[in-house]
């Protein structure tokens, strides 16, 4: 016994439930949609009508058959071609019910005219062809020249892309030459007459980037574009090649085979030219930021002085601080010396007392002591007076050999642009920047030349 469809209610007595018209619809409807999710259909357009809304209603016939069709305005706008009366088209669409009149109908997602399934088709079987050949292969391509002397262009005298291509050039830089190559861009005698420009270009070798543009159409009208002859005619030239064909959704093999593609013709032009507006402005900003930086490295070298001459030390100045070492140790030398000597006589006097008691003749040992002790402090004076001597004559020796006294005898004292003092002219070159110090004042000197 065959089950009931899932709609379908059994009753308490066995037999099947009564159903509403829209609990019919709305199940039909949905063995529709589950059985036909999404599917081509091809036909003829009758009974034509665009809704205020923006949504396109229709009917798709052949000989045989008719079905109604919505297209709704947010899938309609994206359309690249303005749907009409008697065109033959093919929809992607799903099969549906509309309840509130019980009418089959497709909801059309897409649709493209007539035909372009077989023509869509060679275009895959031969992109992907030559994808396998390596011919697309992006190691190979080059860019565009970021400053072309000339520019090339290969589209047909007629064509309005040639005028866009023309103003974007003029306003973006008029300053490059363009040379033009003229050829079909549409039709069967299209796809020789664009190699034969290309191999014209490469050949005549006059300028830097070629742009390959046509403007916009069905895919019939591009169909130039997608020619084998041309693709390997683009990956043969020895110029690069910038192709802007066609609307921002149109792909042709040429713009796979090409070094750059574009979307538009204009923004090919865009692509391959700089703009004079836009180089103007970063030379200005190159040029305030190489200001900015020499100002700052100058500030950066001006506090470094600044520093370096915080640092540097006159001779003078050293001399002096050696002097006062001199002082300070010639004081220290006279208080030990004289501590030394009271130490001595405070012995002495303790020995002699001592040896009061013990030597019979006290006076003459008592004289005797204090001679002694006389001699020994005018020993102990003469011996200071000799290192005070000799410290005053180191000190006049020093005084001889330091900077000062060299730089009076008419010595000087060089130093390099490192403030290092030059003792060997070797590593010397000429133009070395020198500073010499004289017994009074400094000078600047530059290398002339260096003897050995």
């Not at 390997?232 to 066609?246: H, K, M, T, W």
């Not at 060997?424 to 002339?448: K, M, Q, S, W």
Request: proline share 6%; hydrophobic share 45%.
């Amino acid at each position: 016994m065959r089950e009931p469809p899932d709609f379908m209610q059994i009753r308490d007595d066995g037999g099947p439930a009564v159903l509403s018209v829209s609990a019919l619809a709305r199940s039909v409807r949905d063995l529709l949609e589950h059985r036909f999710p999404l599917a081509w259909v091809a036909g003829e357009i009758s009974n034509f009508t665009l809704a205020r809304s923006g949504h396109l209603y229709f009917s798709l016939k052949d000989d045989a058959a008719q079905v109604r069709c919505v297209m709704f305005r947010h899938r309609a706008q994206h359309l690249d071609f303005a749907p009409r009366e008697g065109l033959q088209v093919e929809v992607r669409a799903t099969v549906t019910l509309y309840e509130p009149r019980g009418d089959f109908q497709l909801n059309v997602e897409f649709m493209r005219p007539g035909g372009l399934g077989a023509l869509y088709e060679a275009f895959l079987r031969l992109k992907e062809r030559l994808a396998r050949e390596g011919l697309f292969d992006e190691r190979a391509k080059r860019p565009p020249p970021a400053f072309p002397k000339a520019i090339g262009v290969v589209t047909s005298p007629q064509a309005a892309a040639l005028r866009d291509v023309l103003t974007t050039l003029a306003r973006r830089n008029p300053a490059i030459p363009v040379v033009i190559y003229p050829a079909q861009v549409q039709g069967p005698l299209a796809p020789p007459e664009l190699v034969a420009a290309l191999e014209a270009a490469a050949t005549r070798r006059e300028v830097d980037v070629i742009l390959l543009v046509r403007g916009g159409g069905s895919i019939e009208d591009l169909w130039a574009f997608n020619d084998e002859r041309v693709a390997r005619a683009i990956r043969a030239s020895p110029i690069p090649v910038v192709v802007g064909v066609g609307h921002e959704t149109d792909f042709t093999i040429a713009d796979f085979a090409a070094d750059r593609r574009a979307p538009t013709p204009t923004a090919a032009a865009e692509l391959a030219s700089p703009s004079r507006d836009e180089l103007a402005a970063r030379v200005a900003s190159l040029a305030a930021r190489l200001a900015r930086r020499t100002a700052r490295d100058l500030e950066t070298r001006m506090q470094l002085l600044d520093h370096l001459s915080r640092r540097l030390v006159h001779p003078g100045r050293r001399l002096e601080a050696q002097r006062r070492l001199v002082a300070s140790l010639e004081r220290r030398l006279a208080h030990a010396t004289a501590g030394l000597v009271e130490r001595q006589r405070w012995r002495l006097a303790h020995l002699v007392e001592r040896s009061r008691g013990r030597l019979p003749h006290v006076d003459a040992l008592a004289a005797r002591s204090a001679d002694l002790a006389a001699r020994a402090a005018r020993a102990w004076e003469a011996f200071g007076r000799a290192r005070a001597a000799r410290v005053d004559a180191a000190a006049r020796a020093l005084a001889h050999l330091g900077p000062e006294a060299v730089l009076e005898r008419g010595y000087a004292i060089v130093r390099d642009a490192a403030g290092r003092i030059v003792r060997d002219a070797a590593p010397l070159a000429p133009g070395d920047a020198l500073e010499i110090a004289f017994a009074r004042g400094t000078a600047e000197a530059t290398v002339v030349a260096t003897r050995e």
